[in-house]
């Protein structure tokens, strides 16, 4: 079976609440990030801090639009590239993203213009 980063031998930067994640933490944990896709699967997420680590041509999954709850990302220095998903503009909880450091292209969605808690780009 598959361990459970909820279990009372809790995951080192992972913060659970009613036995679901609600927060990882892994800034500068040396990670090599193959991708970031996977977290979207947690969706009871409202912090993702991953600065400093190396996400190296890995970009930001569409799919964290499902994260309702997301309200802080921290991809400082990652070196995330691509551009910023139209999808995220249905993200009404996030108030903080922070990107710089990374190789992102494009503009900022329009669909972004929703997203009244966001206070720090």
């Known amino acids: 079976p598959q361990a459970s980063p909820c279990t009372a031998d809790a995951w080192s930067g992972v913060s659970c609440r009613g036995g679901r ?16 896709e996977p977290l979207s699967g947690l969706t009871a ?3 993702v801090l991953l600065a400093g680590n ?11 639009a499902q994260l309702q709850q997301l309200a802080v990302v921290d991809l400082t220095g990652a070196d995330v590239v691509g551009g910023l998903p139209e999808a995220w503009g249905t993200m ?19 669909s972004w213009a929703g997203m009244a808690a966001l206070n720090s780009l």
């Open 92 to 110: 009404t909880a996030l108030q903080q993203l922070l990107l710089s450091g990374n190789r992102l292209t494009g503009m900022l969605p329009a």
């Open 45 to 47: 997420l409202e912090r």
């Open 21 to 36: 994640v609600v927060a990882v933490n892994l800034a500068d944990a040396g990670l090599k990030i193959v991708s970031l």
């Open 54 to 64: 190396d996400a190296g041509n890995a970009t930001l999954p569409a799919s964290w």
